[in-house]
């Protein structure tokens, strides 16, 4: 037994903000941002919440699956940025959609989460403890986010993306996980929590090259070790939907792994990086362009803040 991805929906802010808007705020240029990169523009919350945009990517997963909220077992929220910490995000989903016999709950696992969701749903559901899930990748960075800092700023988006993964037979569906952490290099990406002290700081702080340098090391192994679990050759997967951080990684993967980059689609330039909900996002994306195909294989691999990696395999349905 396995699980597949039998509906997927996103939502974004309506609030688009460009490179030239930060120009604006930071002493930066559309070019720096572009080039380093490959963002051009971003969405950001007013008014929507984790909660809020994460329950509409699931209402739209759910059409898109042609199911119910009222059957749905179990909804896992990945996010970083939740507006409170009780009750978990889950669970405002759950009351919004009115999926009221579903057992919710959040993880963090940052830009990574999705996946961790992925590989939690399939355990659950293959352990024969549920039938089906919601798995939610929702951000609204830019709370978190110093808006004088031009070396954080220019990367991060808001928005949420949602699939409906249920038990398969096969053949289609997941074959292979890979996942992994380091938290001896937490320091890299961090960010406090919020506390009543106006001094303290809680914005995200990041070491860019130390990241960089960490991503394109960790994520080829991490997706080799993901294609030889499924027994597979890297030459059999038809995309390669990665985490959208920066083009210039995306590209560096691409090459390591000697795969043709338009293996790898990108949402990035018009959504910047929103972490645990990039995959799920350009996901959704791909399904309703009809890019993705009946039988063909498919990686997803995230990476971030913790730090951690994830990678998994599944063959569309
Ligand atoms: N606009 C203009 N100049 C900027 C800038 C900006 N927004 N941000 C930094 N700079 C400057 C720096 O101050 C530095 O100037 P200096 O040489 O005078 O000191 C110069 O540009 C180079 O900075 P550096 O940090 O070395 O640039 P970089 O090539 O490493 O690019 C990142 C910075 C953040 C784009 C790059 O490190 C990166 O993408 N890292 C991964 C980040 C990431 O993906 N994080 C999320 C992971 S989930």
């Known amino acids: ?94 009351s919004i959609i009115g999926a009221q016999k579903a057992v919710a709950f959040d993880l963090n696992a940052a830009c990574s989460g999705f996946l961790f969701g992925l590989a939690t749903a399939y355990s659950y559901i293959t352990a024969g403890l549920y039938k089906n899930a919601l798995v939610v990748g929702s951000e ?42 380091d938290g001896s290099k937490g320091s890299v990406l961090s960010c406090n929590e919020r506390t009543d002290n106006p001094e303290e700081d809680i914005y995200v702080h990041m070491d860019g090259r130390e990241v960089y340098k960490f991503a394109t090391r960790q994520v080829p192994k991490c997706i080799v070790e993901a294609v ?39 949402n990035l330039p018009r959504v910047g990086n929103m972490s645990s909900a990039t995959i799920p996002v350009l996901l959704d994306e791909l399904n309703r362009d009809g890019k993705l195909q009946k039988g063909q294989k498919i990686v997803l691999s995230g990476f971030g803040a913790g730090l951690t990696y994830g990678a998994c395999v599944l063959t569309w349905q």
């Open 228 to 266: 030889d679990r499924s027994q597979l050759s890297l030459e059999d997967i038809d995309l390669f939907v990665l985490h959208q951080a920066n083009t210039r990684i995306i590209e560096s993967i691409a090459k390591q792994l000697k795969q043709d980059i338009s293996k790898f689609p990108v």
């Open 140 to 181: 609204v960075l830019s709370k978190i986010v110093d808006w004088t800092d031009r070396g954080t700023c220019i990367l991060f988006g808001d928005g949420a993306g949602a699939v409906y993964v249920e038990a398969t037979e096969g053949p289609e569906g997941f074959i292979g996980f890979a996942q992994g952490s």
């Open 1 to 94: 037994m396995t699980i597949k991805i039998a509906g997927t929906g996103s939502a974004l802010p309506n609030k688009i903000m460009t490179n030239k808007d930060l120009e604006q705020l930071v002493e930066t240029s559309d070019e720096w941002i572009r080039e380093r990169t490959g963002i051009c523009e971003r969405r950001i919350a007013q008014g929507d919440t984790v909660a809020s945009l994460a329950a509409t990517a699931c209402e739209r997963a759910l059409a898109n699956a042609g199911k119910k909220a009222e059957d749905v077992d179990l909804i896992l929220v990945a996010t970083c940025s939740p507006e409170q910490l009780l009750p978990c995000a889950a669970c405002q989903v759950q």
